[in-house]
């Protein structure tokens, strides 16, 4: 069975930073691209980043460019991100997406999500 358990959400002030985690179960991990999509309260869903199999491609929303940054360490089935310079249009529940393919986010499992909330 699939699993994608996030962690690492909470309250920061703006300009703060957080780091997100996902580790992942249930399938070869290393085969396939992994990612974050966000959804601000009331709005639709959003792509952020993501990572290709191996780590070494990553692609970020221009929102988040130079701000963010994704990782993955294949040894410990588990991805990063790390959000610095936060903005309060930053709040966000994220969630970490499994992708079907390599290199593209072809989302085909979703985790439950952790909070971001940027405030002062």
């Known amino acids: 069975e699939v699993q994608l358990v996030e962690s690492g959400g909470g309250l920061v002030q703006p300009g703060g930073s957080l780091r997100l985690s996902c580790a992942a179960s249930?399938?070869?991990?290393?085969?396939?691209?992994i990612g974050w999509v966000r959804q601000a309260p009331g709005k639709g869903l959003e792509w952020v980043s993501h990572?290709?199999?191996?780590?070494?491609?990553?692609y970020y929303a221009d929102s988040v460019k130079g701000r963010f940054t994704i990782s993955r360490d294949n040894a410990k089935n588990t991805m990063y991100l790390q959000l610095n310079s936060l903005k309060t249009e930053d709040t966000a529940m994220y969630y970490c997406?499994?992708?079907?393919?390599?290199?593209?986010?072809?989302?085909?499992?979703w985790g439950q999500g952790t909070q971001v909330t940027v405030s002062s």
């Open positions: 990572i290709n199999f191996g780590g070494g491609s990553t």
């Open positions: 249930g399938f070869t991990f290393s085969n396939y691209a």
């Open positions: 997406a499994k992708s079907a393919h390599a290199w593209l986010l072809m989302i085909d499992y």
